[in-house]
Each structure stands twice: as structure tokens, then as C-alpha cells.
């Protein structure tokens, strides 16, 4: 088994909470949870569209988005969900990591 990576603790939170501070700036707080499901949905969509040109398939010249712009906007939103939530996303994701490191992968 590979050595466990320490996970730098305040990090995810830091973020989150950035982005609860941004959100309130810019005029976004009173989203509910379905229009920031909504959102993310559109920001994923747009995530498959810069793959689609990345993976050279037929797209629209107007639809050559940067990807990395695209994971940015949907991780904003994702952000925004658990702040409306009240979820704390380091914690879940630290719990979460440690059932992971439990499972035993194998490629078909």
C-alpha cells in the first residue's frame, strides 16, 4: 500500500468559506438549493462541451470553452450547494477519504 498522504487540515474549509464570502458579495446568498442545482447542472454541461472539442469531436467554434474555467464554475457551485446545506465539505471529505482507503480496486 502506498504511504497515506497527510491532508493539509483547514484547506477545503478555507476555501468554503471564501466562497460563502464571495457568494454574499456578489449578490448570490439568496439562491435557494434548486436554482444552485440547476447551476451546476448548466456548469457541468459546459465542462462536457470543452471535452467534446478537447476529445476532437464536432463542435461548434463558439463552444470551444476552456475546461479549466469550466471544473472552476461547477466547483463554485458545488461549493455553493453545501454552504446552503450547511455541509461541512472538509470534514465529509476526510470521512469519505478514509472509507476509500479502505476499498480494494482492481481493473476489469
Known amino acids: 500500500m502506498p504511504p497515506k498522504t497527510k491532508f493539509p487540515a483547514q484547506s477545503i474549509r478555507s476555501l468554503q468559506q471564501y466562497i460563502k464570502q464571495r457568494i454574499k458579495r456578489r449578490g448570490f ?3 435557494d438549493l434548486s436554482e444552485r442545482l440547476l447551476l451546476l447542472t448548466e456548469e457541468v454541461g459546459e465542462i462536457i462541451k470543452a471535452s467534446r472539442h478537447l476529445s ?3 463542435v461548434a467554434a463558439a463552444n470551444q ?18 454552504i446552503y446545506l450547511d455541509i461541512d465539505l472538509e470534514a465529509e471529505f476526510i470521512a469519505k477519504e478514509k472509507i476509500i ?6 481493473r476489469a
Do not use: C, S, T, W
Not at 482507503?101 to 482492481?106: A, F, I, S
Open 101 to 106: 482507503d479502505q476499498r480494494k480496486y482492481q
Open 56 to 58: 476532437h469531436m464536432n
Open 65 to 82: 470553452n476552456n475546461i479549466g474555467a469550466e471544473l472552476v464554475d461547477a466547483l463554485d457551485y458545488l461549493f455553493g450547494i453545501a
Open 29 to 31: 446568498a439568496d439562491e
